[in-house]
């Protein structure tokens, strides 16, 4: 996995949990993804029943593709922003 990144939701608790709240599961594994500003978030289980958050930093090896599909469909990232995820331009 890519370094993790500062919880981009530090200084915002409320928008850290409404983002958590409809983020997309990935069915495959424990994490949950969304998007916020232009990047994606990854929450991770933190081992007491809650999550950290993190930007993904190389999201072609750290955001299934099915996981970025998905939110292409839901129309929470455009076509572009599909292609430069999968290719972590």
């Known amino acids: 996995m ?10 915002n608790a409320a928008a850290g949990q409404a983002s958590l709240s409809t983020a997309i599961v990935d069915p495959k594994g424990k994490q949950l993804y969304n998007i916020h500003d232009g990047k994606i978030v990854t929450f991770q289980p933190d081992g007491v029943g809650g999550y950290h958050s993190y930007y993904a930093s190389n999201t072609n090896k750290e955001v299934p593709n099915n996981v970025l599909r998905e939110m292409r469909n839901k129309g929470l990232i455009s076509n572009v922003q599909y292609r430069k995820f999968i290719h972590n331009k």
Do not use: I, L, S
Request: glycine share 10%; hydrophobic share 20%; aromatic share 20%.
């Open 2 to 11: 890519g370094q993790q990144c500062a919880d981009p939701f530090y200084n």
